[in-house]
């Protein structure tokens, strides 16, 4: 099975990275990197490149938008049943949920592969003009993107396996998702909080920071970089809901953890019960 899993996971890896999309992806990418580390000085009137740290929270919100959406983009494109192709490959000796496993790991190989390479085009850039202070904080982005890029990949999976020769349907979902994660999610969630009482609405606001998970790494990832005072006042409600820092650690990992394998779950289920 392992054998299998691997099999499929090079076969993707390698049409991937022949990819158009995926190079151009890269090459933006890292350009939007760099350029995020170069502009943190100019709003002060300064200018060179901005230290690991600073350049670190500046890179959170880039990557809480691009990743997510060429995981999406990507996943959706690459693991929709064609029919023909479908037919054959699913035709094989094996488990159908292995070769969907092989595919998704292949397309992370290749979509991390991608943000490190504009990961590390913009750390040589900040190391060389700023030094090396502040590189754990660099790597927790680093970390998040590859979270994100894990979450999205079986989102995507999970849209596209039960929907054979509907290409253009499940890009079409996939930015659905994208737009509802990232940003409608968020001012959903403070309308409905500004019509509740505070102590209500401080509930509603933690629940779903840990639920979605766009803001789940986005607090994760800031309270690794800034400590318990990243959000002020709001931190501390967090850390008193959860019961501390390593209890809101695990809360952050473990709704992760769940957006990879239910919807992988999902995925499994709808490809062994769809008519290929």
């Given at each position: 099975m392992i054998g299998v899993i691997w099999l499929c996971a090079r076969h993707e890896l390698l049409l991937a990275a022949r990819s158009r999309w995926l190079q151009w992806f890269?090459?933006?990418?890292?350009?939007?990197?760099?350029?995020?580390?170069?502009?943190?000085?100019?709003?002060?009137?300064?200018?060179?490149?901005?230290?690991?740290?600073?350049?670190?929270?500046?890179?959170?919100?880039?990557?809480?938008?691009?990743?997510?959406?060429?995981?999406?983009?990507?996943?959706s494109l690459a693991l929709s049943p064609e029919r023909g192709a479908a037919e054959l490959l699913y035709a094989q000796p094996v488990e159908r949920w292995t070769i969907l496993t092989g595919r998704v790991i292949g397309l992370f190989l290749a979509l991390a592969a991608a943000e490190l390479l504009g990961f590390g085009v913009a750390g040589l850039a900040v190391q060389w003009y700023s030094g090396p202070s502040g590189g754990s904080q660099f790597l927790v982005v680093v970390a998040l993107a590859m979270a994100l890029t894990a979450v999205f990949l079986a989102v995507a999976a999970a849209l596209t396996s039960g929907a054979p020769g509907r290409r253009a349907r499940s890009l079409a979902m996939a930015l659905v998702v994208w737009f509802v994660a990232v940003i409608l999610f968020d001012l959903a969630a403070l309308g409905v909080a500004s019509l509740l009482r505070s102590g209500a609405a401080s509930r509603l606001l933690i629940t779903a920071a840990l639920v979605n998970p766009v803001d789940a790494g986005r607090t994760g990832a800031y309270m690794a970089i800034e400590g318990t005072s990243a959000f002020g006042g709001a931190s501390l409600a967090l850390l008193r809901f959860a019961g501390g820092e390593r209890a809101t650690a695990a809360l952050i990992a473990a709704s992760l953890l769940l957006w990879v394998a239910v919807p992988s779950w999902i995925a499994a289920r709808r490809l062994a019960r769809t008519d290929l």
């Open positions: 890269a090459v933006v990418f890292a350009g939007l990197a760099l350029l995020v580390a170069a502009s943190g000085y100019v709003i002060s009137g300064g200018y060179g490149l901005q230290d690991f740290a600073r350049t670190a929270v500046s890179l959170v919100q880039l990557v809480l938008l691009i990743v997510p959406l060429a995981a999406l983009v990507f996943g």
